[in-house]
């Protein structure tokens, strides 16, 4: 059995591997982080989307609502008035006020913003222009 003073002091090949293990350890540590990091951008990621999707589904919405109440009433007479009021005050909203939130306000108003904007344009390209005023229905 060894002496107990033999045990307390450490040996010659404990000293050579205890300290290439040490660098070995301090090599490996940002590998073992890489994944944790990934997954923390990854978590980050996937709420900054979820936040600003729901924005802009909220900007669009909300300029769906203002273009069908503005729009409903022209479109169904069977006597159709002019459009230009409606077509500029639906402009002014979209990319006046889209366009103040986008780059003056910023933070999730700027989602908001160009949600408006995109609403804009995908109910002109939908309706070739009859839901916004683009255009006069014959």
Not at 53 to 62: P, Q
Request: aromatic share 10%; hydrophobic share 55%; charged share 20%.
């Amino acid at each position: 059995m060894a002496e107990p003073q033999e045990r307390d002091l450490p040996s010659l090949e404990d000293e050579l591997f205890g300290v290439a293990h040490d660098v070995e350890v301090e090599q490996a540590v940002p590998a073992r982080l890489a994944p944790d990091r990934a997954q923390l951008l990854a978590e980050r990621a996937r709420a900054f989307l979820r936040r600003d999707v729901k924005a802009l589904a909220s900007g669009f919405g909300a300029f769906l609502l203002v273009d069908a109440v503005m729009m409903y009433a022209p479109l169904m007479t069977s006597r159709r008035p002019s459009l230009l009021p409606q077509f500029i005050t639906l402009l002014v909203l979209a990319f006046g006020l889209g366009g103040l939130l986008v780059w003056k306000v910023g933070g999730r108003w700027r989602t908001f913003g160009h949600g408006m904007m995109l609403a804009w344009v995908f109910l002109t390209l939908v309706s070739v222009g009859f839901l916004t005023g683009v255009t006069v229905p014959l």
